[in-house]
């Protein structure tokens, strides 16, 4: 994706590399557009925002620099394109393992895992993390027996609680 380096400069966009947040200052037009594509951004901000600074955010800003001419540094560039193309990367390969036809690997546990928990473990095995947020009641919790080591050694899941 092209930045937009013509027409009437709209904002300026710059990173802070200690607190790994982006400020992105805008006119008052532009801003009320971009409070609403990212909902991260309070609606109490008039004339500046601030934005965590990750791939995903990354990708987001390139395309608000593909629409808009925002002044922003070299090497601020340089580093929103390359977390804008580790952000593709990952958007292709989970489109790959989302496609119609993709075989789960297999994994050998003491039950079978159902075809959408293999999926789910490709997933994770991907990208490193995964929020897993199924339906309740398609496997997703720890068997109350199952052992879980404590600050106090190893106990039970059920037997855990909260302050417990």
Known sequence: MKIATTGLIKGS?????QTRRWTIAAEHDVMRLLKR???????SAVADAKLSDNTRTCAELLWVLSRWHFQISPADAR????????ERANDERIAKLLAPGYVPNQV???HPLRP???LVVDILLQQ????????MGLGKAQPLEARVLTQTGWRCMGDLGVGA
């Open 128 to 135: 490193g993390f995964l929020l897993c947020t199924d339906e």
């Open 116 to 118: 959408y928990q293999q």
């Open 108 to 110: 050998t546990l003491a």
């Open 13 to 17: 966009l710059s990173l802070n590399r």
């Open 79 to 86: 580093h929103l394109a390359a977390g804008a193309d580790v």
């Open 37 to 43: 594509m990212f909902a991260r951004i309070p609606s």
